[in-house]
């Protein structure tokens, strides 16, 4: 938490002269599971810190779903996702397939116990702990991001055009206010708009919208895959390696942990992150610590740069997609759908967003795209996993972000290598507990 006081042995340090950064991790061997973004973030401020850092992932560097997500770093994304009032709205949105949330009806028994607990996150206590725990989190995250993109040189892939909110009724717009109240308590800038101010944000947008709330401080990436590919090139010139492997099973104790690798080797590692997204709750598992993780499956589809000249983010919080801009392509997704990991994709889910978007942007060409799913892994109260197993073993769990995984991977990357060196944590690490559950 902002404000700790240091350890004895940082006084010490301080005191006698601190050592250089890289000698902090000297002698650390740390293996990491997953090749996403966090487990990019985590290997580049551990290889900073001097630690000796493997990734392990079954297809590749930023290769599954840090590369497709929406690209933004939402950093005034605060609210939980069981936040007041959604779940009046679940029955209606339930009721419609291809509508912002669905779940396969046969998926729903095995999704039940946590949906129940989902529905308990959106209680006023538990609602205000995880609403605080996120602010705290984004506004690490907003610093750790910054300084990350300077050292690896990344900067130019930033763009920092804000986003454009989108409310087709005075009643959808007044429904918006309680979250907008709540992220003002955060110091979170934002400014509603309408008639001309609306039409000036965003020209071309269909008049259904009669009303927007627009966010300066709002982010995002020229593309998620090459930010990811180029911090990972940034670890790998500090030292990190990279191990393309299927990890069957983990096992661990006091001395460190063991990877069981598909092809029947093994490896051993003084210390263990979990960082494999929707897969990680299966590794937790075997480690005798239950994590109820459900998986948000997202999809979108890419269309050529020309299909629309899209100024900024746009949010349509009600239909509950977003359209980006991107050095790439035009990106059109999102929506959630409650399905696991082994069910196939449902692309109508794609085909559904890009129609909607044709009404919402008049004029927008829609040949040409890319269809994509990706899974993100979901905790019921929108707080990721960021601690220690259970026990005293040396391994350490960072998944369960949601559509937060690229917006919160540098503080998480900072927060595992304050764990792993035993150094004070930059926020409060209980409303992250791997044991909350």
């Known amino acids: 938490m902002p404000g700790h006081s240091k350890s004895p042995e940082q006084e010490q340090r301080s005191a006698a002269g601190a050592p250089s950064p890289r000698e902090w991790g000297e002698g650390k061997d740390i293996a990491i599971v997953g090749g996403g973004i966090i487990g990019i973030c985590a290997a580049a401020l551990l290889a900073e810190a001097g630690c000796s850092v493997t990734i ?38 339930l009721a419609d397939p291809l509508g912002p949330l669905s779940i396969p009806p046969a998926y729903l028994p095995r999704l039940l116990p946590w949906l129940i607990r989902f529905w308990r996150a959106g209680a006023p206590a538990k609602y205000e702990a995880s609403l605080a725990a996120q602010a705290g989190m984004m506004k690490l995250a907003e610093a750790e991001w910054m300084g990350l993109l300077d050292r690896s040189g990344t900067r130019p892939m930033l763009r920092e055009d804000g986003s454009l909110e989108l409310y087709e009724s005075e009643a959808e717009f007044q429904a918006s206010l309680s979250g907008w109240a709540a992220r003002e308590r955060f110091s979170i800038d934002f400014r509603h708009v309408e008639g001309e101010d609306l039409a000036g944000l965003q020209p071309g947008l269909s008049p259904r919208f009669i009303k927007g709330t627009f966010v300066p401080g709002w982010k995002t990436v020229a593309d998620p895959k090459l930010l990811g590919k180029a911090v990972w090139a940034y670890a790998e010139a500090r030292g990190a390696r990279f191990k393309r492997a299927r990890i069957d099973r983990v096992a661990a104790d006091q001395d460190g942990a063991t990877l069981m690798l598909a092809d029947g080797t093994a490896r051993q590692t003084r210390h263990l992150v979990v960082a494999a997204g929707a897969w990680s709750h299966l590794l937790a598992r075997q480690l005798s610590d239950r994590i109820p993780l459900e998986t948000e499956r997202g999809y979108n589809t890419t269309l050529p740069r020309s299909a ?34 082994e069910r196939p994709p449902n692309f109508n889910r794609s085909k559904a967003l890009l129609q909607k978007a044709q009404q919402f942007l008049p004029g927008l060409n829609p040949s040409g795209g890319r269809e994509w799913m990706g899974f993100r892994p979901s905790l019921p109260d929108s707080v990721p996993v960021i601690g220690k197993a259970s026990g005293s073993r040396p391994v350490v769990y960072a998944f369960g972000h949601g559509h937060l995984g690229l917006t919160q991977a540098a503080a998480t990357g900072r927060l595992i290598r304050e764990i792993i060196l035993g150094q004070v944590a930059s926020v409060d690490l209980a409303p992250f507990s791997p044991q909350r559950f």
């Open 308 to 341: 629309f000249d899209v100024k900024r983010q746009l949010i349509f919080s009600g239909h509950g997609f977003v359209i980006t801009p991107l050095e790439t392509g035009l990106r059109v997704g999102g929506a959630v759908e409650l399905g696991g990991i």
């Open 56 to 93: 392990f992932d079954r297809t590749g560097i930023c290769e599954e779903t840090s590369s497709g997500n929406a690209a933004a770093f939402a950093f005034s994304d605060v609210l939980p996702l069981a936040h007041k009032g959604m779940i009046k709205h679940l029955p209606k949105w």
